[in-house]
């Protein structure tokens, strides 16, 4: 099984950039894909960018299409959530996650729904404000 730990939250103004990682340990075999999720008070958590480990193809939701990038280092141990022009809303608790079956990625990257097989990191913050 693979444990994760996010890093890279901070504050920074509209329209900056901000590069989150997750740090995954253990075997990154036993995981399919992992995704960033985004979750503010009184909200529920929102799937936002995912990324198969096994063929690469990442997923994107419409709400940051064209600022979010999805990235993984050639060891597939770290996983990269690149933001461009970062608006006051994108301000979120930032989690990464994994699941490690074909079902639950096809639930997760597809469909960006908080399943329970989703093992999550503890998160980190962003604050997007002047």
């Known amino acids: 099984q693979v444990q994760l730990m996010e890093s890279g939250g901070g504050s920074v103004q509209p329209g900056g950039s901000l590069r989150l990682s997750c740090a995954a340990s253990?075997?990154?075999?036993?995981?399919?894909?992992i995704a960033w999720f985004r979750q503010t008070p009184g909200k529920e958590r929102e799937g936002v960018s995912c990324?198969?480990?096994?063929?690469?193809?990442?997923y994107y939701a419409e709400s940051v299409t064209g600022r979010v990038t999805i990235s993984t280092d050639n060891a597939k141990t770290t996983v990269y959530r690149q933001m461009d022009s970062l608006k006051p809303e994108d301000t979120a608790v930032y989690y990464c996650?994994?699941?490690?079956?074909?079902?639950?990625?096809?639930?997760?990257?597809?469909?960006?729904?908080?399943?329970?097989?989703?093992?999550w990191g503890e998160g980190t913050p962003v604050t997007v404000s002047s």
């Open positions: 996650g994994a699941v490690h079956d074909a079902l639950s990625v096809q639930a997760m990257c597809a469909g960006f729904r908080n399943v329970d097989t989703i093992k």
């Open positions: 253990g075997s990154t075999l036993d995981y399919y894909a």
């Open positions: 990324i198969n480990n096994n063929n690469g193809q990442t």
